[in-house]
DNA sequence: GTCAAATGTACAAGCGCTGTCAATAGAAAA
DNA sequence: TTTTCTATTGACAGCGCTTGTACATTTGAC
């Protein structure tokens, strides 16, 4: 059986509500006694019951992931849990995981979610970060919430990175290895990602002095597939591209097989970059040139600054983590080397 | 604030404790009171919070997924925690994620990880599954447990595959395109999967025929760098093998590394395959022959194995659960196209 | 020394649910 | 019909913690 607050309290020689004190962190315990108490606390291995204290103290120290029903092997959520459990580790939060599908009534089936679990916080994935509905109810149902990515204003604390900058970064880099033809793959409609990339294509373009040509602009959708279909379409024109920069690696996948199906050599024939930095940029062969993603970090951060703005019920905040760029084989100087 | 038990209660006009009994699944209340509480209960759109049940019921209704710290993007553990989480759905459970360096003295942290969080069934995935020493402090504490792919036969609930079969398999669709000398890169030593998948090559090569020869068997350790560090190994052979089968599809991938930076195509110099159906063997081109791992349905009967066995406390099981071929353009008949 | 602020104690009342056990049905047996 | 039994249902006491009230004690500034 283990110890229990009373134990702590009777081993201490003090009342439980001074444990209780110690235990939540209130000011008015002088020093020497509370090292006491944490001195009994370590001797008995007490650990408060979660239960008991959500159910007495209205909190329950617990964030809250929702994240869409992931594909197979979605790195992109994998690594984001990594970051929320790491963020939560040496806190008295812990994180629950809930996989949503985001095509329901999301924001109504939230109430249910909210009613068993009591979160005290929430942190929300595209595309939920970017559900005003759902953030409308969440803040009616006052619920302390931070997103990651979002593209809407609505949402008070909002981690991410700086895409526009990175793609332009990606695509400068083509740009400087002599590329003039750069084709791009685009993201799903409706992603903020898809309109930060498409945007930062543009940019590097326009600072090279070179001329947006919307034929070389095709849409995907993140897929594999859709990376094929685009590059098809690409290679397809009458003068198609030198390099083809992909809105996220799976299309550049699909890239890097079309080259293949048609006997075009990477990077010989062909430059190819992604973006995300997902493990199959660096499986693949020739390595692929990409933007690294620092899911971890997102997921960390958004952890934290929601956490502390319950705290602190202050400051919104637009956090920006730093990125890296991962510059590979699959990119090189347009021609046959 | 949502509706709480004793409101349902109120509603349907019976004692809160009858609408206890519905909610768990009671058998001694009569169908029609049952269905005129299941009405209260969507009416007033009630969700019961899981604190107070934890509490009064003295179980926390959560399973614990303990697993290794994975590397970047380990589409294993993810795949797994989907399927722990689909298990989940529509239970009271809910799932804790609990990283756990392999490295340290488990069985003795796992004491203080119990006694945080009271999980009422614990999951174990390799190399934990293996710990015996572990699984033998589980037993002491009375928790109940399953493993996922364990060597040992102490677990008494495990879900696996037929790793071996599934390896015999592959080697044989290599074997039936013509192939002889066929290599193989093992994975680590001490996991089970290295064991099973390194049999069922020989008993591939046993069926046909064809004499083990211990020159073409190589060390990895899972990782892409000790695929192409094998690949480089075997290639170098005064008889290189005219196919790899490599022990999962990241050593694979580091194969195609090292036949690209050779300059051999794949297949026509080497035909290779992997094994687990990591989304990267769809992704690199030519795709991987490779055997798809059924992870999340692993990941799902473990949990429902282990929860059936809190209700009735019988048979310890060994379920096996299919596995899917993946035949794909890595592999081909041996000598140039 | 004196006095207010800072600390500490004791006790009781729940938080929302389930376990125990007694009470009440309704059905079968006499 | 009455009795006996079993299947249903209800009353009530906690689960372990936090919080509020009311009061006792210490501390340090004057």
């Given at each position: 059986m283990p110890a229990r607050i009373e134990d702590v309290a009777a081993h201490a020689g003090v009342s439980t509500k001074t444990v209780s004190r110690v235990l939540n962190g209130y000011p008015s315990v002088r020093a020497r006694l509370r090292a006491r108490i944490e001195a009994s606390i370590r001797a008995l291995n007490y650990v408060p019951n979660a239960s008991a204290r959500s159910l007495a103290g209205n909190r329950s120290y617990l964030v809250a992931l929702l994240y869409d029903n992931p594909m197979a092997g979605s790195s992109y959520t994998m690594e984001l849990i990594v970051g929320?459990?790491?963020?939560?580790?040496?806190?008295?939060?812990?994180?629950?995981?809930?996989?949503?599908?985001?095509?329901?009534?999301?924001?109504?089936?939230?109430d249910g979610f909210v009613a068993t679990h009591r979160p005290d916080a929430l942190v929300l994935v595209p595309p939920h970060a970017n559900n005003a509905e759902l953030l409308q109810r969440l803040d009616e149902l006052d619920i302390p919430y931070s997103t990651i990515s979002s593209r809407l204003r609505q949402s008070r604390i909002d981690v991410g990175f700086d895409e526009r900058r990175a793609a332009a970064e990606i695509v400068g880099h083509l740009v400087s290895l002599g590329h003039r033809r750069i084709g791009h793959i685009a993201g799903l409609k409706g992603h903020g990602a898809r309109t930060w990339r498409l945007s930062g294509y543009r940019d590097a373009l326009r600072k090279a002095g070179i001329a947006y040509d919307e034929s070389l602009v095709v849409d995907g959708d993140f897929a594999f597939a859709s990376g094929v279909a685009?590059?098809?379409?690409?290679?397809d024109r009458r003068r198609p591209p030198t390099a083809i920069f992909a809105a996220n690696d799976d299309m550049a996948c699909g890239v890097m097989r079309e080259a293949y199906e048609r006997g075009l050599a990477i990077p010989g024939d062909l430059s190819v970059c992604g973006f995300d930095g997902t493990p199959v940029s660096q499986l693949i062969s020739p390595g692929l040139?990409?933007?690294?993603?620092?899911?971890?970090?997102l997921g960390c951060l958004a952890v934290q600054s929601v956490l502390q703005s319950i705290r602190d019920s202050a400051a919104p905040q637009q956090a920006r983590v730093p990125y890296r760029m991962h510059l590979r084989a699959s990119t090189a100087a347009p021609g046959k080397p």
């Open positions: 929320v459990l790491q963020a939560c580790k040496g806190t008295p939060y812990n994180a629950v995981l809930h996989p949503f599908d985001a095509a329901d009534d999301l924001a109504a089936r939230i685009g590059a098809r379409a690409l290679l040139t990409t933007v690294h993603q620092p899911c971890r970090e």
